[in-house]
């Protein structure tokens, strides 16, 4: 009986040591915005399950990374863009490091809407002004970039936005524009340790004036031993070679009445082999993995039209979770795009936050700075809304069991910290 309760006990340390988890860039460790953390919280106001509470000078559609004790932001002030360290227990800035000057806003957005991202040594951070740096934990600066010095300059209509996807020992950077240029779109590879770009290739599409331009991040595929680069924009979902940049397929449909403003801002999904890509609205995309050259056709699962404009929709790979930027959310089969449940009402208000799931529920955020919580599942339910009162563009960060939501205002930590043994 000893023996069964102390094997018992060790397999509830082990699964503890398995939820815990770090959230190193913009959808999380698993890179698609699910989280296997449970005992998260349901209930918080700003008076009600506050950790601490950060004061920040102003909103920003980046999510804040986690990894162990520090938390990184991405920050705007004035002018300037910064990188700020948090200490995670008291909430308090380590360090805060200059990024670049020339922050300026395009509507709801500034400079700083890309998201950093970690390997739990460095730290990684690209602005919309194009300065790209890495620093080490303790806030020095390994490298600096300036891309649109390299390559040129940006041409979105609303401003760079794009996060770098970091893999092994690369980051992977796109560019894809084309409303205020004429220079091609592209993606980058570049080392981690030292900046330098291992490849760039171009990403041509047939789009016109606006739909050229994405606020997309890229998404990593991986199927058997086979691993591949995904984005999305331009009118088009395409995968490339890790190695070379080269792109192996490509899938038209995401503009298919060639709508010259169709911008892409909802990035690709992808889970158990399966690439959900947005579009502006409709349609959203589900195609298998394993496809080479035009699987428009071929590798089609399903197509739907009701899609967001704004928040990337989440996935278990039973149920595809679609919020759209009015509040409506959709739950759909994962493998067949059938309806499970349609048209359910969230808090009203504006969408721009991208749902989080974990612990059984989704959570998203409003740009009132309400955070609905769903019952994961095939029926709708709403367990709990917490409103914080402040404008918030950006997406709920979970990592060992707090929730951190910034707002415009600040940046909250929701919820007891249980971090692994």
């Keep these: 009986m000893k023996r069964i309760i102390l094997m018992l006990a060790l397999v ?20 698609n915005g699910v989280s296997g953390e449970t005992n998260l919280p349901l209930r918080w106001s700003k008076t009600q399950n506050i950790t601490w509470r ?74 919309g002004t194009g300065i790209l740096k890495a620093f080490d934990f303790a806030g020095g600066e390994i490298w600096t970039r300036d891309i649109q010095k390299d390559y040129g300059r940006f041409g979105l209509n609303w401003g760079y936005a794009s996060s770098p996807l970091l893999h092994d020992g690369s980051l992977y950077v796109q560019v894809l524009h084309g409303m205020r240029t004429n ?9 981690k340790a030292t900046g330098k770009t291992l490849w760039r290739v171009e ?28 984005i999305t924009g331009g009118d088009v979902v395409t995968g490339h070679d890790l190695a070379t ?19 892409i801002v909802a990035s690709p999904v992808v889970f158990d082999g399966v690439v959900y890509a947005s579009s502006r609205e409709r349609p959203i995309l589900a195609l298998r993995s394993g496809g080479r050259g035009d699987i428009t056709r071929s590798h089609l699962m399903f197509s739907f039209d009701s899609g967001p404009d704004v928040p990337t929709p ?98 909250y930590a929701i919820g007891s910290r249980t971090p692994a043994r």
């Design 203 to 230: 990403r041509p599409t047939r789009a016109i004036r606006e739909s050229p331009d994405a606020y997309t991040t890229p998404a990593l595929l991986r199927y058997g031993t086979t691993e591949e680069i995904v």
């Design 12 to 31: 509830g340390i082990a699964s503890a040591t398995l939820r815990a988890e770090q959230w190193p860039q913009w959808r999380g460790a698993s890179q």
């Design 245 to 263: 940049g080269k792109e192996l397929w490509r899938a038209n449909g995401l503009n298919p009445y060639n709508d010259s403003s169709n911008r």
């Design 54 to 127: 950060l004061a920040l000078p102003t909103w920003s559609g980046s999510t804040p990374i986690v990894w162990d004790n520090l938390i990184f932001l991405n920050v705007a002030e004035g002018s300037d863009l910064s990188l700020w360290a948090v200490n995670r227990a008291s909430g308090a800035p380590l360090w805060k490091k200059h990024l670049s000057g020339g922050n300026h806003t395009e509507r709801k957005q500034n400079m700083s809407t890309p998201s950093p991202v970690t390997d739990g040594q460095h730290v990684w951070i690209m602005t």
């Design 314 to 411: 989440v996935t278990d790979g039973t149920y595809l979770y679609v919020v759209r930027d009015n509040g409506v959310l959709f739950c759909l089969d994962a493998k067949t795009g059938k309806e499970i449940y349609g048209r359910r009402r969230l808090p009203p208000a504006t969408y721009s936050g991208s749902p989080v799931l974990a612990d059984g529920k989704i959570y998203v955020t409003n740009e009132d700075g309400v955070t609905a919580v769903v019952k994961a599942g095939p029926a709708f339910e709403l367990l709990a809304s917490n409103d914080l009162g402040e404008y918030t563009l950006s997406s709920p960060a979970v990592s060992e069991g707090q929730i951190f939501i910034r707002t415009d205002k600040a940046l």
């Design 183 to 191: 220079d091609p779109s592209y993606l980058l590879r570049i080392d």
